[in-house]
Structure formats: structure tokens, C-alpha cells
């Protein structure tokens, strides 16, 4: 048996001539909680709808649980062992909660009503009321019992705290937490808020531009990485060539801040090096790998454009 | 469990058809014989009209799908509603076959 639970080769999809998806590959490790990182229009939800097999993509293969998502058959299977909450929070405007639960409750044999009794009454959700009376929190929280209660061994979750005030978003990162340490369910979620995806996921992929540009487990990518901070005495006279590593420079005023990937020791000493310095070496966090990435991503893409033209 | 949800999503749509079609022969057994021209018979007026507003009714009724979910007066979440119906552990055929015969079964 496969170690992941989803994987992507060399996935692409395009709209109408537009690129979504470019060559994606992607891993997520069974039990793992992976934070699915990206820009707006990086591709998350184009991604997740693949896997869901709500899009059909143009080339390439996507497997969930070892199933090939465009089989048909099977994935109906798959689909009953995913629990997924949708980017748009949209439900059944003609349903109340206590119907849209009836209705979902049947098609999963693992439902767990213990679960769903637990999350109405947490999450403060009024059965008798209709789904478009509901706020756009509340109608998140009852996408995430709908989620949550299946039962499922995977939780593909687009944006799922999109809409909760700051208290419940702890809520419920915490819960996802605990089930996911005490069920071993695998949670794949999408996100632009660094701090809920630093808090919650062990494993990260960053997504730009359709492709994927950095993937890992988390503690070992932040590990990697550091920040040097020089600060000069005098005048700003940094070395021409950096070893390898140097992923960023930045100056303000005296104060030069390098971006380090590998290669830490090397690039210290050569710091050090540089007469009427001081150099500190600081941890990073993923706000700082993940706008790095991003950005080099894209210098490399208009450097690629620039390449063309000329 | 589809079948409710077929139900939720046409009750309304299906208890205005049954009033269009009460009004009609109440109207119709009201005026039986202004209502046809001279030399028709009442019954093939009826046959033909009640036919007619019929079909129609029936393809009103049919107009919620797959893709139009909210059924009545409704028109925000189509799209998300969509996309969560089919990602339930559902086949197409199914959905689409609960959907028809539904209509059918109101019809």
C-alpha cells in the first residue's frame, strides 16, 4: 500500500487557454496534516476540484487512496472516505441544518453521530434554521461537521476557517488537531493564513503560478532556513558572489538581511568575513519561506518571459 | 436519501402545479360549455387544454437540476451547491435518474 494518500504527476489544467495547473506534483504522506499553501490564483482549488473529480484535467495523473480519479467507479468509494468542505461554504438554500444533516447522514456507513452531536453543540448551530439564514461562520462550522462527522479517513478542506471570527478559528484548528492525533485521519487543507497553517500542519506545499515550489515537512523546512542579519559599522560593502544558498538580500540602511536555504555555515563565515560587521542568525518563519518562494518563483517566470521576448 | 432531497428541492414547485391544475378544472367545470366552441365536445376541449397545461407544468417542475438546485425563487448557491452535490459518494447516472423519476413520481 501506498505511504500517500494523494498524489499528483505532472497534473496541468487550463481554461480557456489560461494555465491553472503546470505540471503539479504533489505528495500528501497518509496521516499527515498538510497545509496547501498559494496566492490567489496559484491553482489550490483548481487542485482540490481535481482531486475531488470535479474537474477533469487536460494531461497528467491524479491518484487518491491509490485510485486513479477519473475512474469512475471507484471513485464513488473515495469519495465516501473524504470528508470536504468546499471554497464557497455553499450548501442547499431550501434545506434547515437538521435536514441537510438527514439528508447527508445516510450516504456514509462510518457516520458519526457522536461527532455531530458534539459539533452542533459546540459550534452553537440551530437546527431548524435555513441554510441561507445562516452567517457565512456558521454556515463554515456546519460544512465542517458535515465534513468532520463522515467518519472519513481524509479531509480535503479548501479555506475551511474562512469566515470564523478569530476564537472559533482556534476551535476549530484545535479540534482538527486532536483528530487528527487521536482518528490518524490525513487532513489536506488550503489556506492563506501562514499563522492557522504554522499552527496546525506538519507538512506544507507552496503552490505558485500552477506548479508546486516548495514541498516538506514543516519543522525540517523552517530548520533549513535561516535569516542572517548583518549590520555595518560603516559603509555597506557586501562580497560580489555569495556561495550557494543565498536565496535573498535585502538592505535597509546599515542592516542587510540574508535568506539562507543551506549551506549556512559557509555563507557565515564568508559574513563574517567582511571587516566591520556583526552577524546574527536568526530562525524563520513560514510567512518568510513561503513569500520567498513566491517571489523568486515569480522573478524566475518574468526573467523565462524577458528570455522569450528578447 | 436522494429522494428527499428531491422532495425538499419541489414540494414548492409541485404544490403550485397542483394548484394551477385545481384552478384550471374548477374553471373548466365552471364554464364546461362556454368554454367550447360551438360543435366541439367539452371533453376533447378538456383533454386538449388540460394536456397542454400539463406538459407545461411538468417541464417547469423539471427545470431543477443538477445544475439549478435551488428550486424555487431561489437563486443564490448554485454553483457551491453544485460542486457539493457532486462530491457526495454518488454516481451521475444516479443523481440524474433520482432527479428525472422524481419528476416523474410528481408528474
New interface residues.
Given amino acids: 500500500m501506498t505511504d500517500f494518500i494523494i498524489e499528483t504527476n505532472q497534473l496541468t489544467k487550463s481554461f480557456k487557454g489560461q494555465p491553472a495547473l503546470r505540471g503539479l506534483n504533489l505528495r500528501v504522506p497518509r496521516g499527515s496534516i498538510f497545509g496547501f499553501l498559494g496566492r490567489n490564483g496559484a491553482g489550490k482549488t483548481t487542485t482540490i476540484?481535481t482531486l475531488?473529480?470535479?474537474l477533469r484535467s487536460d494531461s497528467g495523473a491524479a491518484r487518491v487512496f491509490g485510485v486513479q480519479v477519473t475512474d469512475?467507479d471507484r471513485s464513488?468509494?473515495v469519495?465516501?472516505r473524504?470528508g470536504?468542505v468546499?471554497?464557497?461554504?455553499?450548501?442547499?438554500?431550501?434545506?434547515t441544518v437538521e435536514?441537510i444533516i438527514?439528508?447527508?447522514?445516510?450516504?456514509?456507513p462510518r457516520w458519526r453521530h457522536d461527532l455531530e452531536r458534539r459539533y452542533l453543540q459546540m459550534f452553537d448551530l440551530p437546527p431548524k434554521r435555513k441554510?441561507?439564514d445562516l452567517s457565512k461562520g456558521m454556515r463554515s462550522k456546519l460544512m465542517l461537521l458535515l465534513a468532520i462527522s463522515r467518519g472519513a479517513e481524509l479531509l480535503i478542506l479548501d479555506e475551511p476557517t474562512d469566515g470564523l471570527d478569530p476564537a472559533a478559528t482556534e476551535d476549530v484548528l484545535r479540534e482538527l488537531v486532536d483528530m487528527s492525533a487521536s482518528e490518524g485521519t490525513t487532513m489536506f487543507f488550503s489556506s492563506h493564513q501562514l499563522s492557522e497553517v504554522e499552527f496546525i500542519a506538519d507538512h506544507i506545499g507552496i503552490i505558485d503560478l500552477g506548479k508546486m515550489v516548495a514541498c516538506g515537512v514543516l519543522d525540517e523546512m523552517k530548520a533549513r532556513y535561516h535569516r542572517l542579519q548583518l549590520v555595518f559599522e560603516g559603509s555597506v560593502e557586501l562580497p560580489p558572489r555569495w556561495p550557494d544558498g543565498v536565496e535573498s538580500v535585502r538592505q535597509e540602511g546599515r542592516v542587510v538581511s540574508i535568506l539562507v536555504s543551506h549551506n549556512v555555515e559557509a555563507i557565515v563565515e564568508q559574513a563574517r568575513s567582511v571587516p566591520g560587521t556583526s552577524v546574527e542568525s536568526f530562525p524563520v518563519t513560514l510567512r518568510e519561506i513561503f513569500l520567498e518562494h513566491v517571489r523568486s518563483n515569480r522573478d524566475a517566470l518574468v526573467q523565462r518571459m524577458v528570455g522569450n521576448e528578447v | 436519501m436522494l429522494w428527499y432531497k428531491g422532495w425538499l428541492e419541489t414540494k414548492f414547485k409541485l404544490l403550485l402545479m397542483l394548484v394551477c391544475m385545481g384552478f384550471y378544472l374548477i374553471v373548466f367545470y365552471l364554464m364546461r360549455t362556454a368554454a367550447a366552441p360551438p360543435g366541439a365536445r367539452p371533453a376533447a376541449v378538456f383533454g386538449l387544454t388540460a394536456t397542454t397545461l400539463a406538459t407545461l407544468l411538468y417541464t417547469w417542475l423539471a427545470g431543477a437540476g443538477i445544475n439549478s438546485q435551488p428550486s424555487f425563487q431561489a437563486t443564490q448557491g448554485l454553483h457551491g451547491s453544485t460542486l457539493f452535490t457532486l462530491s457526495l459518494p454518488v454516481s451521475r447516472l444516479r443523481l440524474l435518474a433520482v432527479r428525472a423519476s422524481a419528476d416523474q413520481r410528481a408528474a
Avoid at chain 1, 468546499?86 to 434545506?95: A, G, S, V
Avoid at chain 1, 438527514?102 to 456514509?108: A, Q
Fill in positions: 476540484k475531488m473529480g470535479l469512475a464513488i468509494e469519495r465516501r473524504i470536504f468546499t471554497e464557497d461554504k455553499e450548501l442547499y438554500p431550501y434545506m435536514q438527514r439528508f447527508i447522514r445516510p450516504l456514509f441554510i441561507p
